[in-house]
């Protein structure tokens, strides 16, 4: 896992008067599973088009090490690609449609109708392969556009807001799959907004703004680079002073009521040092930490800027 | 991306087998036989009700065609005097009598019937047969005499095509009517496929898997050969309709008079069907620039199909005017000038195999053209690519 199969650098994509990605760079390497994260109208999917060859970056490049060489975008049988716009053919039977899709990603007939009559039973849905599409619920159809995009086993998939849509169980259900297919050797591009359930499961995260790299990194390292440190609750006995004094370690406080304090630790604090300068303020009943999570990191990092949201337009495409 | 023609092939048989249901084909074919069955059964059942049937008919007047008593044909006549009229029509009436036949000359004559039916028709020619005689009889002619005095001249018109121009006239038209007709299915479907995959958001997958033109060409292969297979359903049909009129007329139009000759028939086919590919490359290329059929302005270019049919059809008296030369060597309106100019007036084998390579080198074009303008609009969701960009499009490197 230490290969980069993939290489952006610098590109740029203006749609009108906006400017859905700018100077982009970022590089994932063979079997992670990497996300891009940012809310709505960041440029995350501009930046997947641009990275499967539906639209070309206006400036920056592109490369992917395809086994048959270097190549400008994700493309053919090594890309599998969950889009955001999605949907499948709502008039044809589940088993014919993922048949089809796995024909035009090169399997036999007979390959794609075997592998698509496993992947239908592993999601409880075996016993509805020759329903029409139509007749799934809105869970079920995004189970089979899933499977559409897996079907082939590709070395390369993309997922572009893979959890829209999916009830919390599914949800989990697809954070197992996801580790699966990392843990068969697919490399993985997560693009979404839940930085909750992607926190959980990528190995490296780029987050956007304005189209933009706000951070990137691991988690651990955001979380470093971040400067943020723990959050620590201390619940008193009795009321502590009105004034605190000058606590190592503290970047913020705040009283949330009369016996609970909030602390906010910076990254390198001495936790053991605080704890005892704690107790000198009274006697502690309950404590309770939190690391910052991805959304804390987010907000930290896009500071008084703020999260974009005004270039939903830019991710409308035009070829 | 995919190469070779696998993909394309695919995508061919999927967008065939989308609109291709064998249950329906099932049905339609059972309907048609179960159509067919009933006509002949109905008539077969008539004619052996009514062959064995005599028809009883009383005859005022019978000296006027000397119509004898007695057995004729499928008629039983018996003379009667006139004033036994009243009580002959209570007995047609009453349905003991199939009817009252009263002659009031050579030439004039009514029927007293229940009913219209069909053993009158028989009854209407043995009176013409009687009367014709009559007339011979009273002029001092026979038979053979009459038949030469009223023969008309025969023109025939050589043109040196050895009788091969009216087979081919025919066949030629019949050809290019039903790839018209193919033309306007094909679009229907086009509409249907291009439209709904849009409105289902399937598109962004499919790009992700196979080129824009890789899936504009299965499109194309795969909708043409359903508007053959259209074509197909209408000639049953016409089958059908000629049995139909063997069953009335109890004979069949002489089917060989239509066909040409082999040579001309390669050339005709060749024509028609490089025709129909080119404009469903066309229409391709329109129906992924439509964002909705209902609203969209460009749905009355699906009549452009139409225009080359016309212009051939106004100068179908001259053939070998320039105008129908150019029409006959420009590729949107070859594939119908030049076989009219083939059967009408004759041209050089050369210059038929010249403009059907044009014809060919043109939808090859064409079909990269569909690709790029496929590529351009097939991605647009509420709104449709302007002219300039489809313009530009054209012109791109890559589709």
């Known amino acids: ?268 604090s001495d936790m053991n040092e605080l704890l005892g300068a704690l107790q000198g303020l009274g006697a502690i009943e309950a404590l309770h930490s939190e690391r910052p999570s991805l959304h804390d990191i987010y907000l930290h990092a896009v500071g008084e800027k703020g999260p974009n949201s005004e270039k939903n337009d830019a991710e409308e495409m035009t070829a | 991306m995919n190469r070779g023609n696998g993909p394309v092939l695919s995508v061919a048989r999927w967008e065939f087998m989308r609109y291709f249901k064998w249950r329906q084909e099932l049905i339609a074919l059972l309907v048609m036989g179960v159509i067919i069955g009933l006509v002949y059964g109905g008539v077969w059942l008539m004619d052996r009700y009514q062959s064995g049937q005599q028809f009883k008919v009383a005859v005022i007047g019978g000296e006027h065609l000397a119509l004898p008593a007695g057995e004729l044909d499928r008629f039983y006549f018996q003379n009667a005097e006139a004033d036994a009229r009243d009580t002959l029509a209570e007995s047609v009436a009453a349905g003991t009598l199939d009817g009252l036949l009263i002659l009031h000359s050579n030439s004039n004559a009514v029927l007293l019937a229940a009913r219209e039916a069909r053993w009158q028709e028989s009854l209407d020619q043995i009176l013409n047969q009687l009367a014709r005689q009559q007339a011979l009889m009273d002029a001092g002619l026979s038979v053979a005499e009459y038949e030469a005095l009223s023969r008309p001249l025969a023109l025939r018109i050589d043109t040196g095509q050895a009788g091969e121009a009216v087979g081919s006239r025919i066949f030629a038209l019949v050809v290019l009517g039903l790839m018209l007709l193919a033309v306007f299915n094909s679009f229907a479907y086009y509409f249907a496929s291009i439209t709904t995959e849009k409105q289902q958001r399937v598109c962004e997958q499919m790009l992700a898997m196979i080129r824009p033109q890789t899936w504009v060409d299965g499109k194309i292969l795969g909708l043409t050969v359903l508007g053959l297979k259209s074509l197909l359903n209408v000639a049953l049909w016409g089958l059908v309709g000629l049995l139909a009129y063997r069953i009335v007329s109890g004979s069949l139009p002489d089917l060989s008079a239509w066909l040409p000759p082999l040579g001309s028939a390669f050339w005709i086919l060749g024509f028609a069907l490089l025709g129909l590919l080119f404009w469903n490359s066309i229409l391709a290329a329109i129906a992924a620039t439509i964002d909705d059929p209902n609203s969209s302005s460009r749905s009355s270019l699906m009549l452009l199909p139409i225009l080359p049919l016309v212009l051939v059809f106004t100068g179908l008296d001259m053939p070998d005017s320039p105008f129908m030369v150019f029409m006959s060597w420009f590729p949107p309106t070859s594939w119908a000038a030049m076989p009219a100019r083939h059967v009408m007036a004759g041209v050089d084998p050369l210059a038929l195999a010249a403009s059907l390579v044009l014809l060919a080198a043109a939808v090859w074009w064409v079909r990269r053209a569909a690709g790029r303008i496929f590529a351009t609009g097939i991605l647009m969701y509420g709104k449709e690519p302007g002219w300039g960009q489809m313009l530009r499009a054209l012109w791109r490197r890559e589709g």
């Not at chain 1, 960041?42 to 048959?68: F, N």
């Open chain 1, 1 to 268: 896992m230490t290969e980069s199969i993939l290489s952006v650098e610098a590109i740029r994509k203006q749609y009108a008067t906006v400017t859905a990605v700018d100077r982009l760079n970022f590089q994932i390497r063979e079997g992670e599973i990497f996300a891009l994260l940012g809310p709505n109208g960041a440029g995350k999917t501009s930046t997947v088009r641009m990275l499967i060859g539906i639209t070309r970056p206006d400036s920056g490049r592109i490369r992917y090490q395809a086994r048959a060489g270097e190549q400008a975008a994700i493309t053919g049988p090594e890309l599998g690609y969950l889009p955001e716009e999605r949907g499948l053919y709502q008039d044809q039977p589940v088993l014919d449609v993922l048949v089809y899709f796995g024909r035009l990603q090169g399997l036999s007939r007979r390959d794609a109708r075997g592998r698509a009559t496993q992947w239908l039973e592993r999601l409880d849905l075996g016993e509805r392969a020759t329903e029409k599409l139509g007749a799934l619920s809105k869970g079920n159809q995004q189970k089979v556009q899933l499977i559409s995009t897996i079907l082939h086993r590709p070395r390369f998939a993309v997922l572009d807001e893979p959890f829209s849509g999916l009830d919390p169980v599914n949800q989990e259900r697809f954070l197992d799959l996801v580790r699966e297919l990392r843990a068969e050797g697919m490399t993985v591009l997560l693009s979404a907004h839940q930085m909750a359930l992607v926190e959980r499961l990528a190995d490296n995260i780029l987050l956007m703004n304005q189209g933009q790299e706000a951070m990137t990194g691991t988690l651990e390292s955001l979380r470093h680079d971040s400067g943020l440190g723990t959050a620590l609750e201390v619940q008193f006995r009795d009321q502590p002073p009105r004034e605190l004094p000058s606590l190592s370690g503290v970047q913020d406080s705040r009283r949330l009521d009369e016996r609970r304090l909030r602390l906010s630790l910076a990254s390198d």
